[in-house]
């Protein structure tokens, strides 16, 4: 089993649908958790982060940790076709050096 | 302003040819990353630098050297490049503590063995 579980799609949505990402874990000291988007051919880029659990929104975008169900979701709202792009989960046991990554969701938004 | 940068953005060799791929950093981060990434694949860490103390994944493949010879920059050499090895490199940054954990990446280096 891996540690972090994502579903790799492909997610296809029209413009301005909400969006759900998802992401399990099994390791309960994780406690550091973070969102990534990836546009093709280029680096990762940090789009959230969270530590434990809770929400954390910026603008259309929304990082909900459940730690009692190991359980992490990105939402988007009012969703983009500049969206698209593939969205990795990421977690971090504290005092850790190596993020564990989930495998990556490649989104599509249709205009 | 570049913050994680990567030098060549593109890389072709030759199989067997000897490769060497830098990134440098601006914001004095004290962690230094070099992954792995093909098609469709989440990043696979290959090493890391926590100051000068070097630390070696167990299932890099001999091939990958790093050298890291101040703060602000660090190399990745494939001494032996083979067709598996094409693929996506990149390098990140990390500052330890201040409760900020995150890792910040660099555009990539991709790498194209012929």
């Known amino acids: 089993q891996k540690e972090v579980e994502q579903d790799p799609g492909p997610l296809s949505v029209p413009e301005g649908a909400i969006v759900s990402l998802n992401c399990t874990y099994s390791?309960?000291?994780?406690?550091?958790f973070m969102w990534y988007r990836q546009y093709s051919r280029k680096g990762p880029e940090l789009l959230m982060y969270?530590?434990?659990?809770g929400n954390k929104e910026d603008g259309r975008f929304t990082a909900q940790v459940d730690k009692s169900s190991k359980y992490i979701s990105l939402f988007i709202r009012d969703s983009q076709p500049s969206d698209s792009a593939t969205y990795l989960c990421?977690?971090?046991?504290?005092?850790?050096?190596?993020?564990?990554f989930g495998q990556g969701t490649r989104l599509t938004i249709n205009p | 302003d570049a913050m994680v940068i990567q030098n060549p953005r593109y890389q072709v060799t030759q199989f067997g040819k000897p490769v060497t791929l830098s990134c440098s950093q601006t914001?004095?981060?004290?962690?230094m990353y070099w992954y792995q990434q093909k098609s469709s694949q989440a990043p696979k860490l290959l090493f890391h630098?926590?100051?000068?103390?070097?630390?070696n994944e167990a299932d890099t493949p001999d091939n990958f050297q790093s050298r890291r010879p101040n703060t602000s920059f660090c190399f990745l050499d494939i001494r032996s490049p083979g067709l598996g090895d094409a693929a996506m490199y990149l390098c990140?940054?990390?500052?330890?503590?201040?409760?900020?954990?995150?890792?910040?990446f660099g555009p990539g280096t991709r790498l194209l063995v012929l």
């Open positions: 969270t530590y434990s659990s």
């Open positions: 630098y926590y100051d000068k103390d070097f630390n």
């Open positions: 990140a940054t990390r500052a330890r503590g201040g409760g900020q954990e995150t890792q910040y």
């Open positions: 990421a977690t971090l046991i504290q005092g850790a050096q190596k993020l564990v």
């Open positions: 390791n309960s000291a994780f406690q550091y």
């Open positions: 914001l004095n981060h004290n962690v």
